[in-house]
């Protein structure tokens, strides 16, 4: 009786750890369930390639669990985690600034630009593009400098 039971326990864990390791896509992206194509999320694959040291059955099981409930596909328009942390941002026109309070900003080159509609919508492009995420040109605040920033930061906090 007491081996049984300890055979039990060692094939639950077995198991449990078999699925964990199985289908990465399908436990770490749930709602991505019943997706039928689109772009491969590069991280799954590599996570569901990495079950394959376990063994070759695990790492099969991981990526036909995750096409067949479309966990491996990237939800449209969105960037995989491998994109948003790599970057295509031309160094000559981005820069990294720390101000005087330690606070990070990317300082762009805006040269000629006005705060006309024309304008904007091209920062608004140009930000999309260099930040990785949707920038309305309505968020868009001109600041000539520090005292400007701060007095912005105060009046949205007071917004709230």
Known sequence: MGSSIKRSI????????????????????????GQTGGRVDPAVVILDGAALLFGFLPGVV?????????????????????DRHTSSVDTDKVQKVTDEDG???????????????????????????????????DDIVWLQDAAALQAAITAQVAAR
């Open 62 to 82: 991981a990526f036909a669990v995750d096409f067949t409930n479309g966990t491996i596909y990237l939800p449209p328009g969105s960037p995989s985690v491998i």
């Open 10 to 33: 060692a094939l639950s864990s077995v198991l449990v750890m078999v699925m964990n390791v199985s289908a990465c896509g399908y436990f770490l992206y749930p709602e991505r369930k």
């Open 103 to 137: 606070h990070a900003w990317l300082q762009l080159s805006i040269e000629g630009k006005s705060d006309d509609s024309g304008d904007l919508a091209d920062l608004e492009v140009i930000l999309t593009d260099v930040t990785g995420q949707k920038v309305d040109a």
